[in-house]
């Protein structure tokens, strides 16, 4: 760790890094940070006002922050952990090399490290690694002036006052949430369970998944959620502002997945130029593979094809027609899914949702397809021979099969997913499009020689 002092910077070099911040507000600061080099941004941190630095590394949108906080002295470093709120320290502290860790854990409150040896033995993406352990809790026999005192006294070191937590006073145990609302509208002299609500509180286990938080958080409209043991005591708490910084990656990873590569940890500047190959080359390369039966599936109707070479002309058509049904069905799956209004037990109601509509669809397009081929020939655009009827007829009733296909496979894939325990985001639209050209030329062919035989074939 680098370990020059705050103090051997001169009063000029300060304010010429100190400068261009001056004025800003704390995310124009943060984003003018961002845009520095770790060195220079480390250099810059030491000639900010202290109080400015701590709001900035306070907020998520602030980008190489362990990397800064291992170039900072180590007794600056430690400050700075101590400042910021703790499920944010963590964040930061657990990026940290062992050695850097160790070297700061020595200088570290004992409070901080308290808190952060409990946030970091959580999951990731769980409700106990996303909680703060900065909350305002009072006992259940204070009046609404003491506990107003008590907030007066302890905010600033607390990441929100907006809820606060009633107690038991013996047991610890959470009996009653307020909000501060009601807090200041009611009587000083009134217990503090006179304004508190009436129903219990929600509350969540500490290994509860993130994306239940952001649904329960939603649907009972909570500024925090607290998060309790088995005996009710409350072990912190998750704000909004950090269940929507996590859900915004969650669903960025989720967007990843979806064009058919792996979740990037970090910012597309931020990755490596081998680390970005490493992500993209193994789902590009199992797409690949899943293309090449695309072709065997097209040498095993060579023969037809050197009969009607007309038919070579939809196969892009056809083959994008089933992928685009499908990618809409599982986009559509894999959001409903994720926000729990469908559950695994209802594949069977998507199953017989999805496949009249994959037939109507499917008989749109036909029919566009049929009066395209009808025009082209009869306006002399295009010649597709005498049985350019029968062709239309193939090429609609092709696309019928497919879309539906398409829909119905795009629709249980997330499922699938799902229920063999991978993220249903996994089911990617190249993965669905792939599947779909394979079973497409199938379906299509197979039509063809239906129609065909004895004409063309």
Do not use: C
């Amino acid at each position: 760790m680098n370990q020059t002092s705050r103090h051997t910077f001169d009063a000029a070099a300060a304010a010429r890094l100190a400068a261009p911040f001056a004025g800003l507000n704390i995310a124009d600061g943060i984003e003018r940070l961002n845009a520095l080099e770790p060195t220079q941004a480390a250099a810059t941190v030491l000639a900010l006002p202290w109080p400015r630095v701590i709001d900035m590394f306070d907020r998520s949108e602030l980008q190489h922050a362990s990397t800064i906080i291992a170039l900072l002295p180590g007794d600056d470093a430690a400050r700075l952990l101590d400042g910021i709120a703790d499920d944010r320290a963590a964040d930061i502290f657990v990026e940290l090399d062992d050695a850097t860790r160790a070297g700061l854990a020595g200088r570290l409150g004992a409070g901080t490290l308290a808190s952060l040896r409990t946030l970091m033995r959580y999951p990731p993406g769980t409700a106990g690694s996303l909680m703060t352990t900065e909350f305002v809790s009072v006992p259940a026999h204070w009046t609404v002036a003491e506990t107003l005192a008590h907030i007066r006294h302890v905010e600033r070191s607390r990441e929100t006052v907006y809820a606060i937590y009633v107690l038991d006073a013996q047991t610890r145990a959470l009996l009653r949430m307020v909000s501060l609302r009601r807090l200041i509208s009611g009587d000083p002299e009134a217990s503090i369970l006179d304004v508190a609500q009436e129903t219990a509180p929600v509350t969540v286990a500490p290994l509860l998944d993130q994306e239940e938080i952001a649904r329960l958080i939603r649907r009972h409209d909570l500024l925090a959620i607290p998060v309790v043991d088995d005996a009710g005591h409350v072990l912190g708490i998750v704000t909004v502002d950090d269940i929507i910084d996590t859900m915004i990656a969650e669903t960025t990873e989720d967007v990843q997945k979806f064009g058919g590569m792996a979740a990037l940890e970090k910012p597309y500047m931020q990755i490596g130029f081998g680390h970005m190959i490493r992500k993209r080359a193994g789902w590009l390369s199992a797409l690949f593979l899943g293309e090449m039966l695309t072709a065997s599936a097209m040498q095993h109707y060579e023969g037809a094809l050197s009969q009607a070479i007309v038919l070579t002309l939809f196969i892009p058509l056809i083959m994008s027609s089933g992928g685009n049904s499908g990618s809409q069905a599982t986009s559509l799956l894999i959001r409903g899914l994720a926000l729990h209004e469908v559950r695994l037990r209802d594949w069977w109601r998507v199953a017989l949702r999805e496949l009249p509509t994959g037939l109507l669809l499917g008989t749109l397009l036909g029919v566009i397809a049929i009066v395209r081929i009808a025009v082209w020939q009869i306006a002399g655009f295009h010649d597709y021979g005498a049985h350019w009827e029968l062709i239309a007829a193939t090429v609609g009733a092709a696309l019928v099969g497919i879309v539906t296909f398409g829909s119905l496979s795009g629709s249980m894939l997330p499922f699938a997913m799902q229920r063999l325990g991978f993220d249903p985001a996994s089911a990617s639209a190249p993965f669905v499009a792939t599947l779909v050209d394979v079973t497409g030329l199938v379906i299509y062919f197979s039509i063809a020689s239906m129609i065909l035989g004895g004409t063309l074939l």
